[in-house]
């Protein structure tokens, strides 16, 4: 039986969170007692489908990913790699260190993955070699104009986003010598004809990108701890 290929976690961790407001990459911030990151982190690391995690820094944060990296990826981390001045330039960065025939390409600040998510993603990559992970929008969705949108059609794109490697380290090269850029990574593969595979997320994945989105982050996770204690009878 053929062994599966292996898949490499690319965590682009180079942003600098200034809707959120803090004084440090928010990646940093206290979540339930560890940084943000470290949940996004142990996720990945407990997960058997991921070989390998590749971090991407800001400047003078590298040190300090390692760190993270030691304490919960659970020997997983293979590179810290320097970012560069757009999110689409640090992935790009990060594939340089990628050395899996698939990558999954992850947002830091989604701390609430879970191991079964993104072990659905990883299977949905390999079945369709290019994959994002979508949420139904269950929203009314207006025009600033006053026009109304159909949301049948809609879907808010999130990540995981699942790629042969080959194929995504090509995209992103294209795009950089064509000055085309985005914050999505499935939108470089559409720009070259490819068929990005939509699969509809099974379970809370949400981005923290304002403070009041810990509150949200706190809930999930700390139901999530809950439920893996074990029970423990009031009877004597």
């Not at 911030?29 to 800001?58: H, K, M, S, Y």
């Not at 090509?170 to 999505?184: I, K, M, N």
Request: hydrophobic share 40%; proline share 4%.
């Amino acid at each position: 039986m053929r062994t599966q290929p292996a898949v490499t976690a690319l965590i682009p961790a180079a942003g600098h969170g200034a809707r959120f407001g803090a004084e440090q990459n928010k990646i940093f911030t206290d979540l339930l007692g560890r940084p943000l990151l470290g949940w996004t982190l142990e996720a990945f690391a407990q997960c058997t489908d991921i070989a390998r995690i590749v971090l991407v820094a800001n400047e003078g944060e590298s040190d300090l990913l390692w760190e993270l990296g030691e304490r919960y990826a659970g020997g997983k981390l293979q590179a810290v790699v320097l970012g560069g001045s757009t999110r689409q330039e640090s992935v790009r960065r990060g594939l340089d260190a990628v050395t899996t025939e698939y990558v999954l390409v992850h947002d830091a600040a989604r701390c609430c993955i879970t191991p079964e998510l993104i072990s659905e993603c990883v299977g949905t990559a390999r079945s369709h070699q290019l994959m994002t992970l979508v949420r139904p929008v269950t929203d009314t969705l207006i025009r600033r104009s006053g026009e109304l949108v159909e949301r049948a059609d809609l879907v808010a794109v999130e990540t995981p986003q699942g790629f042969l490697t080959d194929l995504l380290r090509r995209a992103h090269l294209s795009a950089r010598s064509e000055g085309f850029v985005t914050t999505d990574d499935a939108s470089l593969l559409r720009r070259l004809g490819r068929t990005v595979h939509l699969m509809e997320s099974t379970s809370p994945n949400p981005k923290i990108t304002y403070p009041d989105d810990l509150v949200i982050a706190i809930a999930l996770l700390t139901a999530r701890t809950t439920a893996k204690l074990p029970f423990v009878s009031d009877a004597l």
